[in-house]
């Protein structure tokens, strides 16, 4: 069974900084990895897909990693801004499944 | 507009009583799928739905059903409210399966937060 974690559950780091959120899975039989943010009470927005055959994916101040032989995907945001708050969550694709696995979020403040 | 729309946003509703949470679709999507999201939890599909009249059950189908007589609508009801089914509840579209292909990926609606008393 696919099992994502994303560690840490909460991040605050102050306004201008380069940070990283982590993702692990535990099976590397995967079909594509998500990112997605989440505001508190609103919808899950789609950030980023990275295809199996990829390594990364960027878009604008965001680049996403993947390395799935290690079971690991990061999400790299550069020149953090207030706006940046929200919940950060990594869901994976899995041959064979018809559903994607999220992991539980990392929560991340970014301090004027 | 364009994308994914879920109605209501906001349902109260008491034990026992049957209720149906829109999902509606302006990309032609083949697939949509239902989740639910409750801390603890995280985020776990209730049912997805591969074309008009084609659906299949997720991870925690009981106590709800679906039906989808137009690709751009999937409506959930669940049929005898329980307490234990307050949560907020998520549509979600996209072209193919997640497991499926390479790039399938996964677009949300807003979500509709349901309290049942």
């Known amino acids: 069974k696919q099992e994502v974690t994303q560690i840490p559950a909460a991040l605050s780091v102050p306004e201008g900084e380069n940070l990283v959120l982590n993702c692990s899975f535990t099976d590397s039989a995967i079909y594509n990895l998500q990112w997605f943010r989440q505001d508190p009470g609103k919808g899950l927005t789609s950030l980023l897909l990275?295809?199996?055959?990829?390594r990364e994916q960027t878009s604008g101040r965001l680049n996403a990693s993947l390395d799935k032989s290690s079971g690991r995907s990061t999400l790299y945001i550069a020149a953090s801004q207030p706006g940046d708050s929200a919940t950060y969550l990594c869901?994976?694709?899995?041959?064979?499944?018809?559903?994607?696995?999220f992991g539980t979020g990392t929560r991340l403040t970014i301090i004027p | 507009d364009a994308g994914i729309t879920q109605s209501p946003r906001y349902k109260i509703t008491e034990t026992g009583r049957q209720v149906t949470l829109m999902c509606h679709q302006t990309?032609?999507?083949?697939?949509m799928f239902w989740y639910r999201q409750d801390l603890g939890h995280g985020l776990r599909l209730i049912y997805y739905s591969a074309a008009a009249d084609i659906t299949d059950k997720g991870e925690v189908p009981d106590g709800y059903v679906v039906s989808r007589s137009k690709t751009e609508n999937f409506p959930l009801t669940l049929e005898s409210a329980t307490r234990s089914q307050t949560s907020v509840y998520f549509c979600?579209?996209?072209?193919?399966?997640?497991?499926?292909?390479?790039?399938?990926?996964?677009?949300f609606g807003p979500g509709t937060r349901l309290t049942v008393l």
């Open positions: 869901a994976v694709g899995v041959l064979g499944n018809e559903k994607l696995t």
């Open positions: 990275i295809q199996s055959s990829q």
């Open positions: 990309w032609s999507h083949s697939y």
């Open positions: 979600a579209s996209s072209e193919g399966l997640a497991g499926a292909g390479p790039y399938n990926e996964q677009f």
